[in-house]
C-alpha cells in the first residue's frame, strides 16, 4: 500500500514539474517582461518611412551602450500640459508623449496593456480640448485655435486617457457639449495629479 501512495505522489509530482516547464509565462508576470529582448524595434525612420536601426542612426557599438527599460509592465504616467503652442506653433508637450509612446511599444517592445497614460490638461492649454468641428450654436469661440483634434484622437486612439480641469472649464466658460469626445473632467488639476501619484502614477512634465 505505502509503495503505491508513493508511487502516486510521484507521478503527481513528475507532472506539476512538466507542467511548469510547458506552460508559457503569464502576462501578469513582471519578469517574463523583463527577459524580452530589446532594443525591440526602433523608432526612427528614413525620408521614405523605412526603419533606421540604432547603428545606422548613431554608429557601430550602439547598442552596447543602451540601457533599456527594467519596468517594462504595469506602468502608470501622469502628465499635465498647462500651454498651448510654442513659438513655432508646435503643441507644446505632445512631441514629448509621441516619444513616450515610441520608447514603450518599439523600443522596449511593450503592449498598450502594459501601461497606463493620463494626461490632465489645464491652464493655458485648454484649446486642446475643444472640438473645431461643431455648429456655430454650440461650438466655443476659442475652438477655432484648435487645429490639433485629429491629433487629439490619435492620442486618445492610442489609449491615452485626457481629463479636463473643471476650474480652467469654468474660468472659459466651456461647457460639456464643447468638448472632444471622449474627453474626461478632474475637478481640479493640481490635486488630480496629486491623486493619480498616490495612486502609484509617475508625474511626468514635459
Request: hydrophobic letters at 40%; aromatic letters at 10%; a neutral charge.
Amino acid at each position: 500500500m505505502l509503495k503505491r501512495v508513493i508511487l502516486v505522489l510521484s507521478a503527481l509530482l513528475l507532472s506539476v514539474i512538466m507542467m511548469e516547464q510547458t506552460s508559457p509565462a503569464s502576462d501578469n508576470d513582471e519578469h517574463h517582461h523583463y527577459k524580452k529582448p530589446c532594443p525591440a524595434g526602433t523608432p526612427y525612420v528614413d525620408a521614405n518611412g523605412y526603419p533606421v536601426s540604432f547603428e545606422e542612426k548613431f554608429g557601430e557599438g550602439t547598442l552596447q551602450l543602451m540601457h533599456c527599460l527594467q519596468k517594462r509592465h504595469k506602468v502608470k504616467l501622469v502628465m499635465q500640459v498647462n500651454a498651448f503652442v510654442d513659438s513655432k506653433g508646435r503643441p507644446y508637450g505632445f512631441s514629448n508623449l509621441q516619444n513616450i509612446l515610441n520608447d514603450y511599444l518599439k523600443t522596449n517592445g511593450m503592449r498598450a496593456e502594459d501601461f497606463e497614460i493620463s494626461l490632465i490638461i489645464h491652464g493655458a492649454g485648454f484649446p486642446f480640448v475643444l472640438d473645431p468641428d461643431l455648429p456655430p450654436d454650440i461650438v466655443h469661440p476659442a475652438a477655432a485655435q484648435n487645429t490639433f483634434k485629429n491629433m487629439m484622437l490619435n492620442f486618445m486612439g492610442q489609449g491615452v486617457k485626457v481629463y479636463f480641469c473643471m476650474n480652467t472649464a469654468a474660468a472659459n466658460n466651456i461647457k460639456t457639449n464643447q468638448l472632444i469626445s471622449g474627453i474626461e473632467y478632474v475637478t481640479a488639476a493640481l490635486t488630480a495629479i496629486a491623486d493619480f501619484q498616490s495612486q502609484g502614477y509617475k508625474y511626468i512634465q514635459p
